[in-house]
């Protein structure tokens, strides 16, 4: 019951009401998310958001996304 519990409250945590679905970040502070809803070939649309420290958007822009989430972003893990 509690795993039931718990896998439920996660869900809702990572629920967002933009029509995306948080799914984690790495450690250079990179979001990312699955945009719904899915395409027309049955995959949701993988996204990231590059951190954002406050000042100019286009000097915060990091272009460092670790292989893993890469692979993630491709749909190929």
């Known amino acids: 019951m ?6 439920m409250l ?4 990572k629920a ?11 450690s250079y502070g990179n979001m990312f998310y699955e ?3 899915m395409t027309q070939g049955g995959r949701r649309k993988r996204i990231y ?3 954002n420290d406050g000042t100019d958007p286009q000097l ?5 996304v670790s292989a893993q ?8 893990r």
């Open 60 to 64: 915060s822009i990091t272009q460092e």
């Open 49 to 51: 958001e590059p951190p």
């Open 35 to 37: 945009l719904t809803p």
């Open 2 to 7: 509690f795993k039931a519990l718990s896998k």
């Open 69 to 76: 989430w890469r692979s993630w972003l491709n749909g190929t």
């Open 16 to 26: 967002n009401h933009n029509g995306k679905l948080y799914v984690g970040k790495d």
């Open 10 to 13: 996660r869900s809702i945590d």
